[in-house]
């Protein structure tokens, strides 16, 4: 079954403290990306990746470092948490040869106290 | 930078009546995708277009993409209760990166 996933579903966490979550597709997908989403604002895009250890910046990457070792996974990073990354996030996959279909994984929703 | 509008924010239509919603972005677009998505749920995609002028039809739902690649509308036709969730367009701008930009979402509520 074609698949995103997600980890931690839920996080609550304190201003500073490093974290990680983790992306993962099962569909040999080129193109990864990152997302928040706030209310009356959609979704942004944080950080995009064409392809293994290639990224690049999307509309709102201060404050975030993604990697791409492999290229099923995408972690997202936030070095030192900051109350206004507080959001709903979402990691996406899909092929980098015509786009198409965009998966999303289930979503992370983070509180920063 | 690229931004994306979508009009209207909120629709409320009685079952059966048909609904529409606008895309517009400030630059010209190398493709648009459709979302939807429900209260509590992830975006799901539904469709993309590419081509100037392009209209596309799934069932009760027509896409079209604008002859300029600026624009574009998702209309459909005779609403239902499962119709319910929040409708979102995202462009790829010609002249950037490979960075999608999202509009702000139509929410759309069916009453039966």
């Known amino acids: 079954e074609a698949q995103v996933t997600q980890n931690p579903r839920y996080l609550i966490t304190v201003t500073g403290k490093k974290l990680t979550v983790t992306c993962s597709q099962n569909m040999n997908h080129e193109y990864m990306s990152w997302y928040r989403q706030d209310p009356g604002l959609g979704l942004r895009q944080i950080y995009y990746s064409m392809n293994v250890e290639v990224t690049d910046k999307g509309d709102v990457p201060e404050g975030y470092k993604v990697s791409r070792k492999e290229k099923r996974n995408f972690p997202l990073i936030l070095e030192s948490p900051s109350p206004n990354q507080t959001s709903l996030y979402f990691c996406?996959?899909?092929?980098?040869?015509?786009?198409?279909?965009?998966?999303f994984g289930p979503g992370t929703r983070l509180l920063v106290l | 930078g690229q931004q994306v509008m979508q009009i209207p924010q909120y629709q409320h239509v009685q079952e059966g009546e048909d609904f529409t919603t606008y895309c517009n972005s400030s630059?010209?677009?190398?493709?648009i995708q459709w979302y939807k998505q429900r209260p509590g749920g992830h975006p799901v995609f539904l469709i993309q277009l590419v081509k100037s002028g392009e209209v596309k039809k799934q069932k009760r739902l027509t896409f079209q993409f604008g002859e300029a690649k600026k624009n574009s509308s998702l209309h459909i036709t005779a609403t239902q209760t499962t119709d319910v969730g929040t409708y979102f367009c995202?462009?790829?701008?010609?002249?950037?990166?490979?960075?999608?930009?999202f509009g702000p979402g139509t929410r759309l509520s069916v009453l039966p």
């Open positions: 996406a996959s899909m092929s980098g040869q015509d786009f198409g279909t965009q998966y």
């Open positions: 630059t010209t677009l190398s493709n």
């Open positions: 995202a462009g790829l701008g010609a002249n950037y990166g490979q960075n999608f930009v």
